[in-house]
């Protein structure tokens, strides 16, 4: 029986023993029967070895060589630093392993020599060469049973005629992928400037009361006792309960954009924190709105306490009764400050990002971050896909205590035109292929990256996973192969 190794024929007189058989590496799973108990549990997995002997006949004109000249023409052959992929002529798999001794040489009665050589691979899984073990697409859709025996599988789709747009979803798992004009990494984001609001100004928005100014407004804020006005109080909150919604949009100050933000936005400010001074309590809020002036988002910076020094940043998600806080981060070594934070949201995924600066004295605009804090929140539910009409701002302080200063040197809103958003035109004869064991999507042989195509996409869950595509009628002919797992 033939072989190759590493993509190299043996030598004329190396053969494969015809007895050989080459392993199965399928799990056995081991259960036990418990008293009281109807059914069996299940213990563990066991897997055949990851090493077995590979017995090779060394032909009779070739076995009158010295012992040491075959040898050595064996070891230079399998010689590899690297594993290698080890296929026969009577099988359709494919191993990844390295071939080494012990190189002992025994006589066979009929004149030939046998060698038994030790096959070790560190993979996970035969290769398959060719196509079986696979599932079609039936109406757009297949079943994934993932019994964690086999690796994930690679879907292979092939386009039947033009579309405009194709998704491939698991619906078991929640998780989706929606292909438009370009899945390169290139220019993903086309930032269109949507209404910077007074960028720059040297404080608060123009037009917007000024904290530092003495001008007289009236107290809002939840009622936990009497509080007085004081000159330079905007709004009055008791750092307990949050002020209701409606307390919230009564008198409060707001800016509405050059345009209503839909799809993908992003909002971006700077604030700039005092020094820290015993006594001083605030917060500062951005709050991004609706055309009902209902919540979307707040973007908080606080420091509730004149003990600590502690900043905060939390910013979080707002629909009717439901909320989602996508970050918080403290710093509790405060000092005078910039913070530029940013709530960004592409496709179905909100990023939360901090960056701080303590270098506030030179320019405070888009100087080098000293520290960076993201965190990410993915919305597959859709509960927070509303698009911004306003944006709020207000500062609040705790009673009794003199308000901190948090002053504003920009901030902005801007449309985010995903190039998801723009529709490709698939021709006919396209061919995607999406590996979930690699991580990796190719159309037309080319790998290519989408932003919505994140890693976690590609998990496979144990059991049932139900994968679509729609629409269905766009595929001339679809599949998942798999390959064995033995470990």
Known sequence: MNFKYGGKEPPSWLVVEREFKLPSF????????????????????????????????????????????????????????????LEFDFSNKRLLCKIDGPYEIKPHVRGFGIIELTVKSSRWYYELNGEPNKDSFINGQLTTYNAGIKTPPVQYIKVKEDATILSINNETTGKSVVFGKEVSDA????????????????????GWPNIAEKTA????????????????VMFVDTFGDRIGMS???????????????????????????????????????????????????????????TMNN???????????????????????????????????????KYTAYVGVD????????YSTHTGRYIRTFDDYAGDYKRALVFVQTQDLRAPNYDPMKFNTSYAKVQQLAVESESPYIFSSGDELVIDHDKHLLTINGEPKYHKSLKSDYFDIVQGENIITVNPPSIIESGYQAYRERYL
Not at 69 to 83: C, M, P
Not at 295 to 300: K, Y
Not at 319 to 337: D, F, H, I, P, T
Not at 359 to 364: D, L, S
């Open 26 to 85: 399928h799990s056995v799973s081991r259960y036990q029967d418990n008293e009281g108990m109807n059914g069996s549990q299940f213990v563990e997995n066991t897997y055949s070895s990851m090493e077995f002997k590979l017995p090779l006949i060394i032909k009779n004109h070739y076995y009158t060589k010295s012992f040491d000249d075959i040898i050595k023409d064996l070891a230079n052959y399998f010689r590899s630093n690297e594993e290698q992929i």
């Open 187 to 206: 220019n993903m984001l086309l930032q269109r400037n949507m209404g910077v609001l007074n960028a720059y100004a040297s404080d608060i928005f123009n």
């Open 217 to 232: 407004l009236p107290v809002v804020g939840t009622a936990k006792g009497k509080y007085t006005s004081k000159d330079n």
């Open 247 to 305: 307390d919230w949009f009564g008198p409060a100050k707001y800016k509405q954009l050059d345009q209503r933000v839909s799809g993908n936005w992003e909002f971006e400010c700077r604030i700039i924190t005092p020094p820290s001074k015993n006594l001083e309590m605030g917060r500062k809020q951005f709050i991004l709105l609706d055309e009902l002036k209902k919540p979307v988002a707040v973007i908080e910076a606080r420091n509730q306490s």
């Open 310 to 348: 502690l900043i905060e940043v939390i910013m979080t998600l707002y629909n009717e009764n439901k909320s989602k806080q996508v970050l918080y981060y403290e710093n509790a070594g405060w000092r005078q400050q910039g913070l530029v934070l940013k709530l960004t949201k592409t496709e179905n």
């Open 358 to 365: 303590y270098n506030v004295i030179t320019g405070m605009r």
